[in-house]
């Protein structure tokens, strides 16, 4: 890697770097910053409706002190900021995400983002996985690297343009977005975006020369999510899990037509080397692409948790807890219990005579009229007595013999499904009252408890609390935006306790179930091989194999077991109240989970557990950074 002094840009690229103490005046209106790294998290902290990440970018916008902007502190307003997701949308003024007053100093938050004609190599994932893909057919990489750190990158580099260019007319399956973006900017590219090019570019070739063993290659890069469906409905192939395949780009020995064609249709085999061959003989790598190996996010998990251990839909979270909990938010059979089935606001009534149908209306809102203890007898006769629980409930509304009796056989044929009126969550929440808002208070306090005494059991677990929800402060300023971090509260605590509470006792379960979310990070839904491809970097290595998911399990498991004999922590969850003060409305929630163990240590992923949209209720489970032992025992209070 060149000293940082070698690059031409390396002023342009300081810039970038300063704190930007964004409140003062010599940033205009329309100045761009992002948050440092190590402040995203206590940013999150203390905002409302959407937490970002290090995509987010803020532009100066002028001082307001609207009732409608949420304030960050508690003194005079310094400055304004409109929030985006992206550079993209910043860019354009489009899709604003929130807008923001800061009352307290924010200097020491933010970087200053320069709007250049750069690559934002961090954001633009299309472009850097496209420079990678350049690798596998790029020759003479190592002698422009070496011209590169000798000062020589202005000589080399008209001819490295060149060569670029002509790899990306060669016909591959190139990602459209990638392409053109290089295509279009690489003449004003500042130097320092052509180094990393270059890096990105050697990452793969040193890969090529390593491990690759056929020549001809081919690549699906843009056509990558056929290469999923193809796979996922190939019935010799074993796909498991939720998240898609977690490979960005397929190396091959064949076009990439033929390769998806083969992989929905042919059994696959392959070596100790991650080299897969189909039946028909076409070989192929399966290859994730990364700028580096420190520092990437881990990836998300959520869908995996949901169905692996079983939580409820998200509409029914939140009518249990406020006291609805009969009310499920998919179709079912009357036979889940009459006085259920009496609460409910159908919308359809199927093969059911007409004159029911109508009946039925008069039913429901009959039953709603009845008393709470009517109904739960009802409930009870009906789960021991069903027909006589229809004739009952027949008497009681009028229903007339003949209808009593094609209700009766409708029942029994199991042809009276129905379908629930859809809901929605956010409807929901809007709607919530103080009282709902304090049933979520009540609640999260004691699954905090109740999975607190669980962990306080087990020494390999353990629990950290910061603050305290304050029902007074809630009570008086609720909005939605509350309503949506406390369900995701009450979400995650249901998360930790279905993984956790049945296994704290049973390490050889609740280490596996915990390998199991890592493999689903890491793989996805594809059983096959998998490598991990990096740009060069002095003292690191530009490849990782990962093996397939099965190994990596086996592998990761037998790490932490180490022959049985437990020696680490195994998991433990944090919670800190929302805002500057320590009792607050809504707690942000971490999980740290082992994921191995090197050199006698071991590592942790930081799970976060919330949200990720803004006005609108999202639930995500997604590993944040790889964590240290040490790191482990200093959040967690251990020695």
């Known amino acids: 890697m060149l000293p940082f002094n070698n690059f031409n840009q390396s002023k ?318 998919h179709i079912q059979y009357i036979d889940e219990g009459f006085g259920d089935f009496l609460k409910k606001s159908w919308n359809k009534l199927k093969d059911v005579a007409k004159s029911i149908s109508t009946m039925f209306s008069k039913f429901i809102e009959g039953a709603k009229k009845l008393a709470r203890g009517w109904i739960n007898g009802m409930k009870s006769a009906f789960k021991s007595e069903s027909r006589a629980a229809i004739n009952d409930f027949s008497r009681k509304f009028g229903l007339k013999p003949k209808e009593t009796k094609s209700l009766i056989e409708s029942f029994d044929s199991g042809k009276m499904m129905l379908t629930e009126a859809k809901e929605s969550i956010n409807e929901r929440l809007k709607k919530a009252s103080p009282r709902d808002i304090e049933a979520f208070v009540d609640s999260i306090n004691t699954r905090i408890s109740n999975l607190g005494s669980v962990y306080d059991l087990h020494d390999h677990l353990d629990h950290v609390q910061d603050g305290n929800l304050d029902k007074r402060k809630i009570r008086s300023n609720f909005d939605i935006d509350v309503a949506i971090k406390l369900l995701a509260n009450e979400a995650a605590l249901r998360t930790l306790n279905r993984i956790f509470t049945d296994n704290a006792s049973n390490i050889d379960a609740l280490v596996t179930d915990l390998v199991s979310i890592q493999k689903e990070i890491y793989f996805g839904k594809t059983s096959l091989p998998l490598y991990k491809v990096y740009g060069s970097a002095e003292g690191s290595h530009s490849y990782e194999y990962l093996g397939t998911a099965a190994d990596f399990q086996a592998k990761k498991e037998g790490q932490i077991k180490n022959k049985g004999e437990l020696h680490y922590p195994i998991s433990g969850f944090g919670m800190s109240a929302s805002g500057k003060s320590q009792d607050s409305r809504y707690f942000n929630i971490e999980s740290w989970i082992i994921t191995g163990v090197e050199n006698g240590q071991s590592t942790y992923a930081q799970m976060r557990m919330g949200t990720n949209q803004a006005g609108s209720f999202s639930y995500i489970v997604e590993g944040t950074k790889q964590r240290s032992l040490k790191d482990y025992n200093k959040r967690f209070g251990k020695p």
């Open 12 to 329: 342009e690229l300081f810039a970038t770097l300063l704190e930007a103490n964004i409140q003062e005046p010599r940033y205009p209106d329309g100045s761009f910053v992002v948050l440092k790294s190590d402040k995203i998290s206590a940013f999150n902290s203390k905002v409302d409706g959407f937490v970002a990440n290090e995509k987010y970018v803020f532009v100066k916008a002028p001082l307001s002190a609207a009732s409608n902007i949420q304030v960050m502190g508690d003194g005079e307003p310094l400055v304004t900021l409109d929030v985006y997701a992206n550079i993209e949308d910043a860019q354009a003024k489009n899709k604003k995400v929130r807008t923001i007053t800061w009352t307290s100093n924010p200097n020491n938050y933010y970087n200053h983002l320069v709007a250049t004609d750069g690559i934002n190599w961090g954001r633009d994932t299309p472009t850097l996985e496209t420079v990678q893909c350049i690798g596998v057919f790029f020759k003479g990489i190592d002698n422009v690297i070496s011209e590169m750190a000798a000062g020589n990158l202005h000589k080399i580099r008209p001819q490295f343009e060149k060569d670029v260019l002509k790899v990306l007319s060669s016909g591959e399956d190139w990602i459209s977005k990638g392409k053109s973006k290089i295509v279009d900017k690489i003449k004003d590219l500042p130097d320092k975006d052509i180094i990393t090019m270059a890096h990105l570019i050697q990452g793969m070739s040193d890969f090529m020369t390593d491990i690759v063993t056929f020549g001809s290659p081919h690549i699906i890069h843009g056509k990558i999510d056929d290469y999923y469906k193809s796979e996922e409905k190939n019935i010799l192939v074993q796909v498991d899990g939720v998240k898609n395949n977690t490979a960005d780009m397929i190396l091959c020995d064949s076009s990439a037509s033929d390769l998806i064609k083969a992989i929905g249709l042919e059994k696959v085999e392959y070596d100790d080397k991650g080299l897969c061959s189909t039946n028909g003989g076409i070989k192929f790598y399966q290859v994730s692409l990364k700028k580096a190996a420190d520092g990437a996010q881990l990836g998300k998990a959520t869908d995996l948790i949901i169905q692996k251990f079983g939580l409820p839909a998200y509409i029914d979270i939140f009518k249990q807890v406020v006291g609805e909990n009969y009310h499920p938010s």
